[in-house]
């Protein structure tokens, strides 16, 4: 299972992120561990602590979710790495960091790095009837995303991150509303994804956007 850092400091848009996680890798819901520093710091003995779980077998996929990792010194860090790079194949881990500036480049290298956005404003009233509307259309399969978002020339990419962030905006206030919308939080966590990879990448924007609502 690959490796991710989360970067992002909103503890409500990461927990949802980790749910659609779960439901899109197949783990169950007692295979996602999390491991939370006592004093908000990560030391050297929860470290250890956590290897020593770590060392166990697991006959299921299982998933450590560290969190607070960027506040972990250079040397808890390294101390971890080796357990990073050898693992067993059904076991994998998210690292939870509010900025990846505290984190080691060889960890880095070894991770998928997802940043998480800021937690979004309410939105406005006709935006939020628009995108309802948009969501409909793509729950029922009736529509792709770039059919609605009608990319123009030359400006496909800000349209795409345009629309992501306002999909992750609205996304975030209706699980509020419907935390067991399982469709929308699936969604949200490849929205997240998708929009990383537009951005630091050279992906089809539209390809990248339809990607995250087709089943």
Known sequence: MNNIILVGKDKKIIQNYLNGYRESHHVAQNGIIEFNPESGQLTMAEVRKLLELTSRSFAKRTVFVVWEFGTAKDLVQNIFLKTLEEHQDNLGFILVAGSAGGILPTILSRCQIIRVPEPPRPPEARSKAEMDETVRLLKTRQTLASSVLRFKK???????????DSFIGYGYFALL?????RWLAERLRRALEARNLIENNTLDPELTVDQVFLD
């Open 154 to 164: 030359g400006e496909k990419k800000e349209a795409a991150l345009y629309f992501l």
């Open 177 to 181: 509303e419907r935390p067991d919308d």
